[in-house]
């Protein structure tokens, strides 16, 4: 995978990102996890993106340039890893929901919990980065000529697997059509409307 797959609107590029692995080589070793869940976030036309308002201190590397990593702690208590992708200077990025460990599932166990299920390893945004390892230290890594964290692609995954729906959990434009998984796929995580959502829509 190159700059030029990453280089367009977050929303296009989010579908083909389905089936591409992020690898995370540490001391402890090497975890992979295939792509199977992701979520389109641009810029200041996006009232759910982070970049919304403008460009800050905490979301600048999500205005490229693309393929770098973009992490942020959400509720206090998660990291989140997005994808950065778009042209330089214009804020866009897809956030990696859940996906398949490939390699390393005893290390991503050992992160995780010994209890936790196969399928559960890296299901939801904050259990993905934690069964690969990626935290603060992380934001702006250089996923496509980095040493520790990188993007590659998987299996090409056909278009009849791939579903499309409205972006878990957000309560600004969470009716938008940019959430993309496989479908059947066990490790993908459950749609949630967010309390905030289903009160402003007055339900």
């Not at 993106?49 to 460009?55: D, I, M």
């Not at 990025?93 to 995780?112: C, P």
């Not at 890594?141 to 990188?150: E, F, I, K, M, Y």
Request: charged residues 20%; glycine residues 12%.
């Amino acid at each position: 995978m190159n700059v030029e797959d990453l280089a367009h609107a977050a929303e296009e590029v989010a579908p083909k990102l389905l089936g591409a692995i992020l690898t995370h080589e540490t001391p402890e070793g090497t975890v992979s996890i295939t792509i199977t869940e992701t979520e389109a976030y641009s810029g200041a036309a996006d009232p759910a993106s982070h970049a919304y308002r403008g460009k800050t201190p905490r979301n600048a590397v999500m205005f490229g340039p693309a393929g770098h990593l973009y992490v942020y702690r959400s509720h206090g208590l998660h990291w989140c890893a997005n994808i950065v992708t778009g042209t330089d200077g214009i804020a866009s990025a897809v956030l990696i929901r859940a996906g398949r460990i490939t390699e390393g599932e005893g290390l991503a166990r050992k992160r995780r919990g010994a209890k936790v299920e196969s399928p559960r390893l890296a299901r939801g945004p904050g259990n993905f980065c934690q069964a690969l390892g990626i935290t603060a230290e992380h934001n702006g890594a250089d996923l496509l000529t980095g040493a520790l964290v990188t993007l590659s692609e998987g299996e090409p995954v056909p278009d009849e697997l791939i579903r499309v729906g409205p972006r878990v959990g957000v309560s600004k434009a969470h009716d938008w059509q940019h959430r993309f998984y496989l479908a059947g796929d066990p490790t993908v995580s459950a749609y949630r409307l967010s309390p905030r959502a289903r009160m402003s829509a007055g339900a």
